[in-house]
């Protein structure tokens, strides 16, 4: 399988002197679809806002064969679509329809093709009535279907997924699952939520103290740090 | 009155789904005669008479009068100080034009905003030619403006929760951290928009 992500001793500071980043070496081939453990802090969020280059650290990093540096941002923008936590911060247009084309329109595509794409998109997330209505007016599991579908309106080739369950009920999260597993696109979801991660992804990384300290079947490595609440860890985690 | 349980920001979008005859009248009629209001508002001494009107309109759309004139009164702070700096240069009729000028000028907008969603009135505005620029503000600051309404009603409840009071200090200090929690938004927002291909509003 060809490689669509490739990181090698990527490191990374908000501020001198504090590295959140300290080498962090991942993979992620096509139509793969990886957890992403790891306690609060550990640098989860921040190494996949570098896959888009929000963020910029150093080392070696490649998205779809290509550097993610000017002037390559925009392509690979399109190549990545990034879900985050709250859909709050991610539906910003005044209408659902609006919403969901703002990327397409971002892309250069003209109206009516954008307008065709978030329609396309929205009913692949089960929503296909009512596109004037405004977005916030929705519930969490709705906004988070209406934010799904503004990143797979661009049609990208990765999915990103920052903690997607945290503002869903049991249904809701179902519906989430059931919705992700028929998407073909790579996927790299953060999560604490074990039991999401393991119908979902068969192969799980754990970030520790800004690296990558395990990586391997979900299941082993849900097991071997405790990620699930009825068992214990049965290693410590990499020490500081 | 059954107590709300939930947070209260944004009457305005329940009060603007009505059923009545004002609700249904298309925007663009809404919001030419809004800002022909405003503009006679702005020019004749006498257009205080207004008021009353914009109160029956109310009425007749089965709008709250009293929660629509409270909520205009928010930007009599901001006209007070003029009022008062008129007032203390000897010209109280000037004074009283800055207290009651922008009080009704507000008072047709409140209306307008109260009658119709805002979808529909920056539609209207589009159509008049109004740069997207400006209404992609104005929506954002709505739209956000709510979403920190909200938050704020959360510090609120958790902090009632906790047995606080409504003291100065309290207050002082929720209002610094939602300050805090509004930048760390829009830092989110911004970001939101970057990875969807955006350069932010366009």
Redesign the interface.
Known sequence: MSCIVDARGLRFSYQPGREILRGVDFHLHRAESVAVFGRNGSGKTTFL?HL?G?LRGEGHLRVCDLPVAPPHL?HI??K?G?L?Q?P???L????ILADVA??PL??GLPPAEAEQRARRALAAVGIEEDL?R?P??LSSGEKQRVALA??LA?EPEVLILDEPTTHLDPPARRALLELLRTLPQAKLVVTHDAAFARALCPRAVFFDHGRVAADGPTEEIIRRFGWDLGSPPETSPVPR | MAQRIGPRHFAFDEWSRGGSFLHRLDARWKLALTLLALLLTSLRQEAWMAAPAVALLAVAARLPVLALAWRTAAVLPFSAVFALMSWQSGDPERAALLLWRPYVSALWVTLLMAVTPLEDVLAAARRFGAPRLLLDVMHFIWRYLGVLGEQAWRMRTAAAARGADRSFEVSAASLAVLFAASYQRAVRIHRAQLSRGGGGLQ
């Open positions: 806002l888009n929000i925009q923008r399109r990545i990034f985050f709250d709050e911060d991610q910003f247009r005044p209408t703002f990327g971002q892309a004037g405004a916030y007016h503004g990143i661009v």
